[in-house]
């Protein structure tokens, strides 16, 4: 099947938690002007902007983070890529967290679940993609090659989306 | 002796979060971004809303989160902390937390709706 996609957007980032709300933004301006469905564009904010912050914070000093934004098919969804070296540790840890998002029955249960593990540590949310499975209604993926990861957002066809 | 109670009040680049008794009632209001830059500062402010909550035996704090422009997860969870260390104090003494939201805005009624599920008795929401 081939998929059309109208809309596709790279960018190269370094790492850097400063040009986190900044993309954040840009994104979110960009698919204003492309996108009827304020609630996607909204969602795509969010998700862009939790990405980039786990990139930042997991990727070595000095890499570089690539972030690559796809309106795909006729409903249409919005894919977000985001692809960063990180560690074979911090790998380990991400496959555990993806999955457990992956296989959770109620994301928005699950969510709430985690918001209350470790409650009183602030140095880690350790909320950022279940946040975006829960409240921006986006499935995650992951992909590995080598010492990098990708991790994918992708929203659902509209009519599937939850109901706020 | 003249009392001076200073109510929190913290300003950083983008962000700012102020607070006033109002009618028994501890009003905050937050604005701005708060992102990963701002967790500190948002967390020192938490601390300071909950001890000023306490020592004015305020019934209720009331967080107005309407002209925020994004909260990011790590905020989310300073947060979550403040709310279980409220949880924490002895139901005579306790007071209640009202998140305000702007309903249009996804981030905020998604976010304010999981807060209240942390503790459903202590969190109420309005939008």
Avoid at chain 1, 128 to 154: H, K
């Amino acid at each position: 099947m081939i998929v059309a996609t109208m809309l596709a957007l790279e960018m190269r980032l370094d790492r850097n938690a400063l040009f986190v709300s900044p993309t954040r933004r840009y994104v979110q301006r960009m698919l204003e002007c492309l996108v009827e469905d304020k609630e996607l564009v909204q969602r795509g904010a969010l998700a862009v902007h939790e990405l980039l912050e786990n990139g930042a914070k997991y990727a070595p000093v000095g890499a570089h983070i690539d972030l690559s934004l796809a309106l795909e098919g006729d409903d249409p969804a919005l894919v977000i890529r985001m692809t960063n070296p990180t560690s074979p540790a911090h790998v380990d840890r991400l496959k555990q967290y993806v999955a457990e998002i992956q296989g959770a029955a109620d994301p928005n249960a699950l969510y709430v679940e985690m918001m209350c593990r470790n409650p009183y540590d602030e140095s880690v949310s350790g909320l950022g993609l279940a946040r975006i499975r829960a409240e921006a209604d986006m499935s995650l993926d992951l992909l590995f090659a080598a010492e990098t990861a990708t991790i994918v957002a992708r929203s659902a066809a509209p009519q599937a989306t939850q109901a706020a | 002796m003249l009392e001076v109670r200073m109510n929190p009040s913290m300003k950083t680049q983008g962000f700012s979060a102020s607070s006033q008794v109002d009618d028994g009632k501890l009003m905050t209001k937050l604005s701005g971004n708060a992102d990963v830059a701002v967790r500190t500062a948002l967390a020192d402010f938490l601390n300071q809303v909950h001890e000023a909550a306490k020592s004015q035996s305020v019934s209720q704090v009331v967080v107005d989160l309407r002209d925020l422009e994004f909260m990011n997860s790590a905020c989310l969870k300073t947060m979550v902390t403040w709310i279980f260390v409220a949880r924490e104090l002895p139901t005579q003494s306790r007071y209640q937390i009202l998140l305000v939201s702007d309903p249009a805005v996804l981030w905020q009624r998604r976010s304010v709706q999981a807060l209240s599920c942390v503790a459903t008795e202590l969190v109420k929401l309005q939008s």
